[in-house]
């Protein structure tokens, strides 16, 4: 009981009374007594993916799935991945590191009884902990998405003051980070890597805005050309329990993201595994004597060029025997970074989230530049040594973001607190 007095407190620090009610008789409406409305809520969406051949991503409570374990395991061969989001839907921000690991534990355990992919995590309400990505790590993650990046959003007009003040408000829960270069895309942390998740969502569009429905397209389409030329990774949520107001919405953004194969639509699992491979291409060049150089790329299937600093290659092969390229150039210079074996693993592996060709050497000879940097980067030191490779007046190689031909990343993600009103009505019980 206290729990459930801790967590209205919150709420109405964010809410108003009446806004509360509106949502408890939201939460009836999507939920019911039974399960019947969630699950037909879930099949229909499955049934878009599928039409669509888009895979999804849907972080889910272990409570819920330890009580409906059937329905998961259905639906996760139907082009839903589901991602742990804690075994109730708590704050753990607010819980000493044991507990969470104990719960963090728990529902891997969960998970991996009935059979679902325990890869993934999303913390509940985005809220992380000061240690966050350090205790998904020792309990085995290999991504998180519970970071938020804050996509501008002008208000619109004649907007209520008391909607706009809502929005405000949610907002800045999520302690998000607003748009920046470079800052709406995967990130290595350790051996995990954290996805970002972009806002506004739909609980922020149709409930604290109150927007219409040609307005909410107008803006999710302005996030996909943003997306596109800024060649970011898109998350976007649709919570499942909204599924009849976004059903159409959601066709027509899939539909509008696959015009010139622009986005690349995957789920949060396939994401993280392309980051990291990507991330860790490596590169191995052959002199081949009047300035031909060879170089050889090892590194995921889709794999391409962004650029070639200084220089236009003869010839840029696919192999048919393994992943990767192999591209061949006229240089009097490697089109490559140098790297002392000295150097730390965060140097290795930020050189090869930006997508630039290095490889390790013990002499500067034959290369455009050498960098040795044996302690952790810093983003200050990030920045110096992207201004530096930039600056230089020699060939570079360096590969694209994403799989070619796509241009961005889009994933659709939506949580799942519960299935009927009594796993919504759980999270008051804590663990």
Request: proline residues 6%; contains cysteine.
């Amino acid at each position: 009981m206290r729990n459930c007095f801790s967590f209205l407190r919150e709420r109405l620090s964010i809410r108003s009374e009446s806004g509360i009610t509106r949502r408890l008789y939201s939460i009836f409406q999507s939920y019911g007594w039974t399960t019947e409305n969630f699950r037909r809520n879930l099949e229909s969406l499955a049934d878009l993916l599928e039409e669509l051949e888009a895979p999804a991503t849907f972080p889910v409570t272990a409570s819920a799935v330890a009580r409906h374990p059937a329905l998961f395991g259905r639906l996760q061969k139907r082009n839903m991945e589901f991602a742990v989001h804690g075994y109730r839907h708590i704050d753990y921000s607010r819980l000493p590191r044991e507990k969470s690991l104990a719960l963090l534990t728990r529902s891997r355990e969960v998970f991996r009884r009935y059979g679902l992919c325990d890869s993934g995590f999303r913390y509940p309400f985005l809220r992380k902990p000061a240690l966050g990505a350090g205790l998904l790590e020792s309990c085995g993650f290999l991504w998180d998405s519970s970071e938020v990046v804050s996509w501008p959003l002008q208000r619109p007009e004649a907007l209520e003051n008391k909607h706009w003040n809502d929005y405000l408000q949610i907002l800045g829960t999520y302690d998000p980070e607003e748009l920046k270069p470079g800052n709406c895309l995967p990130r290595l942390k350790g051996r995990m890597v954290e996805i970002p998740v972009s806002m506004p969502d739909d609980d922020i569009l149709f409930e604290r805005l109150k927007l219409p429905d040609r307005l909410i397209r107008a803006i999710w389409e302005q996030i996909l050309t943003a997306a596109c030329l800024q060649g970011v990774s898109l998350v976007i949520q649709f919570h499942p329990e909204r599924w009849p107001l976004f059903k159409q919405l959601l066709r027509h953004l899939i539909r509008r993201a696959r015009e010139g194969r622009e986005a690349w639509i995957c789920n949060l699992s396939q994401m993280s595994e392309w980051w990291r491979r990507r991330s860790f291409c490596t590169w191995k060049t052959e002199y081949r004597g009047a300035g031909l150089n060879r170089v050889v790329v090892n590194g995921p299937a889709g794999l391409a060029l962004l650029g070639s600093m200084g220089m236009q290659p003869e010839t840029v092969e696919t192999s048919s025997r393994r992943d990767g390229l192999t591209v061949t150039c006229r240089t009097r210079l490697k089109p490559v970074i140098g790297v002392s074996p000295q150097s730390s693993e965060s140097l290795f592996s930020f050189l090869g989230e930006e997508g630039w060709a290095w490889e390790r050497t013990e002499t500067p000879e034959g290369y455009p530049v050498v960098i040795r940097h044996p302690g952790a980067l810093t983003p200050e030191d990030k920045r110096r040594l992207l201004s530096r490779i930039r600056a230089l007046k020699a060939p570079l190689l360096k590969v694209q973001l994403w799989p070619a031909p796509h241009r961005y990343a889009l994933a659709v993600s939506g949580d799942i607190d519960g299935i009927d009103f009594w796993d919504y009505m759980g999270r008051f019980y804590g663990s």
